[in-house]
């Protein structure tokens, strides 16, 4: 069974571009979460997403924004970049019937997103 | 702002010795989890716990839930090298607001 995709693996962007990230989820599986990672912060829970809706919400301001298609796959786009969106960005997926942490997620590899 | 806060954050031990990994917070968890990273993959999750002092055993690695679910240890026995990694604990908290929090993480190297 295929793990969790995500793609590109590695993007260097500028100050006030916008990104696109992508996550391919394990078949089967109907949530896609999102979260950033950084030395500083370390983990934070972005967005989840289940059956084409967002489910759950962290505080992240507007510029993130996510959506996912009728397949699971999910998309992540970041606008008007800052130094500070600098980070991995890991998405995970999961059946989406549980709901929350009792739901096993499967975490992809990460996206390595650099803002110069 | 909900903090995990995990001691130590970076820990350096030989092959076969023990350590502990603590996981503490001043709210309450609906359930804990703990992930292992390792470099250029996602965390790998280890074990959930949802019950107040609830105590699970992986291989050498044994997880304690705190009866008031405000805190957790992971304990590993007999260290192997193979245990390098960053180990993170994750509380979900479901009061109104969904959230989701992860720890600020240990780094463990196991030397040979």
């Known amino acids: 069974k295929a793990g969790v995709t995500q793609t590109p693996r590695y993007l260097i962007k500028t100050r006030g571009q916008q990104v696109t990230l992508s996550c391919s989820p394990i078949?089967?599986?109907?949530?896609v979460s999102w979260y950033q990672q950084t030395p500083g912060q370390g983990l934070q829970f972005l967005f989840e997403?289940?059956?084409?809706?967002?489910?759950n919400k962290g505080n992240f301001p507007g510029r993130f924004s996510g959506r996912q298609f009728s397949n699971s796959r999910s998309e992540m786009n970041v606008s008007t970049l800052e130094l500070g969106d600098s980070a991995l960005y890991l998405c995970?997926?999961?059946?989406?019937?549980?709901?929350?942490?009792?739901?096993?997620?499967?975490f992809g590899p990460g996206t390595r997103l650099t803002v110069l | 702002t909900q903090l995990l806060e995990q001691s130590p954050q970076f820990l350096s031990i030989q092959e076969g010795e023990n350590l502990t990994v603590y996981c503490n917070s001043s709210s309450v968890f609906s359930s804990l989890q703990w992930y292992r990273q390792e470099p250029g993959e996602g965390p790998v999750l280890l074990v959930t716990v949802v019950t107040g002092g609830e105590v699970k055993k992986l291989k050498r690695l044994t997880f304690q839930f705190g009866d008031a679910r405000k805190d957790s240890s992971l304990h590993i026995t007999a260290a192997q090298p193979g245990d390098t990694g960053l180990y993170l604990c994750a509380g979900e908290i479901v009061e109104g607001t969904y959230k989701y929090i992860f720890g600020t993480g240990t780094r463990l190297k196991v030397l040979a």
């Open positions: 995970a997926s999961s059946l989406g019937l549980a709901g929350g942490l009792t739901d096993t997620q499967y």
């Open positions: 997403y289940f059956s084409e809706t967002q489910r």
């Open positions: 078949s089967g599986h109907r949530s």
